[in-house]
């Protein structure tokens, strides 16, 4: 479904965007979730606000994806997994992601993050044992999808705050809602 | 050898303080740091004295006594940062490097969004730093 | 240079904090939504003016450190620098932002209501969106030993000005 020209690398789209320092990003996401603990308090409430705050993200995110890729609508949840991993989050993060653990049927897969500028700097505090600090990300990926007409759960199956080696994010395809043109094909 | 190092809030709080001795001498150095913080205090307060480290974060030797070296370091957020040594012949050089390194392993550790302003640094990642910078302390130029 | 990140990031986790703050968590309780919006910028500001002044000398009075606000830190932030600095030499100080990036890029929510409204709710989110960068300079200003009262204006858009009061 790629356009004649084919989509742009990850790194070639990071290189041409505007950026800026990573740090100011990392404290803002930090001092966000600590407002958001003292707030709310609950440590599973604030991983689901954060989850939807991602999910607002993705769901706007997704049209400068397409527009920077140049990748025009995957349509296959395989090739649009791997679209997320080595160019969404190379363009929007500056690093690269891979994709790993597909099952049989090719609906589930795992993202894999070894190196991940939310977290730079961050502690988990022994009362946050529960927290999913980077929950914004599910949402942003489960956000990004719908728009792309792919219904999904992400789940963090690994975390490096609470001591694992790397970030991995489960994403299991619920529903593919067929793509509905706006206009009818001309054939 | 580094013996103890410490971080003192501007309310002169202590927030980190470490010694690096088997001996059992916590106390002492602890009254050594205690002691050094009016040193720092009167330098920065009367600048005439303190030349021409004028308004620079390194605060150089801050006295020395029979067994010890104590140096200081003052940051723009007015933390003291606090170096004991048994060496005696210390290169100026290399404590700058030292505190260079410290205020960046500092800085790291205040970065924590969960790290509360004017508590006590409790950061495993903090203490691994700057028990890493202690051991490096010299090695640089010892050849 | 240190790591990098799209400066879509940014723009995106700034706009939906200022939205889930002011119509989610504390929706019709705008100065409380404001509080934590700027307690936010606060501990952002507070972080970054430790690590922006590493490896510089300690400033010698106020106006060396709203110089540095206005020169190193803008830049680090803001990728400029403040276009204009005002003092009364009575403890207030102006800094003017002719084309404040925040402002300029902002994506305002795409709304149905139009005219009036429409307008004054942009204006509004607007102003909800200036507490971040209000508290991002108290907080690297007290953590310099500087406590001020800080706003915003910006009754000369694009242009932004940040209104510094030092408190005695």
Known sequence: MSRASGPRSGDAIFASVERVNAELFTLTYGAIVRQLLTDLEEVEEVNKQLDQMGYNIGIRLIDEFLAKSNVSRCVDFKETADMIAKVGFKMFLGVTASVTNWDADGTCCSIVLEDNPLVDFVELPDTCQGLYYCNILSGVIRGALEMVSMKTEVTWTRDMLRGDDAFELQVKLLKQVPEEYPYKDDD | MIVCVAVVGHQNNPLYIQSFTEADDALKLHHIVHCSLDVIDERVNNPKKSGPLLNETFLGLLYPTENYKVYGYLTNTKVKFILVTTDLDVKDADVRNFFRRFHAAYGDAVSNPFHVPGKKITSRTFAESVSTIVKAFGLSSAG | ?168
Request: proline share 3%.
């Open chain 3, 1 to 168: 240079m240190g790591r990098e990140v799209s400066e879509s990031c940014i723009d995106s986790l700034v706009t939906e904090m200022v939205f889930s703050f002011c119509n989610r968590f504390y929706a019709d309780k705008s100065d409380l939504a404001a509080r934590r919006i700027e307690a936010i910028g606060y501990q952002v500001g507070h972080q970054l003016s430790e690590r922006y002044t590493m490896e510089r000398p300690r400033f010698s009075d106020h106006l060396e450190a709203i110089k540095f606000i206005c020169k190193d830190f803008w830049s680090e932030v803001f990728k400029k620098q403040i276009d204009n600095l005002k003092t009364n030499h009575r403890g207030t100080f102006v800094l003017q932002d002719n084309r404040f990036r925040w402002l300029s890029r902002m994506s305002v929510e795409p709304s149905l209501e139009t005219g009036q409204e429409g307008e004054n709710k942009a204006t509004e989110a607007m102003s909800m969106h200036l507490y971040f960068p209000c508290g991002i300079i108290r907080g690297a200003l007290s953590n310099l030993g500087i406590p001020c009262a800080v706003s915003a204006d910006i009754s000369n858009l694009p242009a932004c000005s940040f209104v510094i009061r030092i408190k005695a």
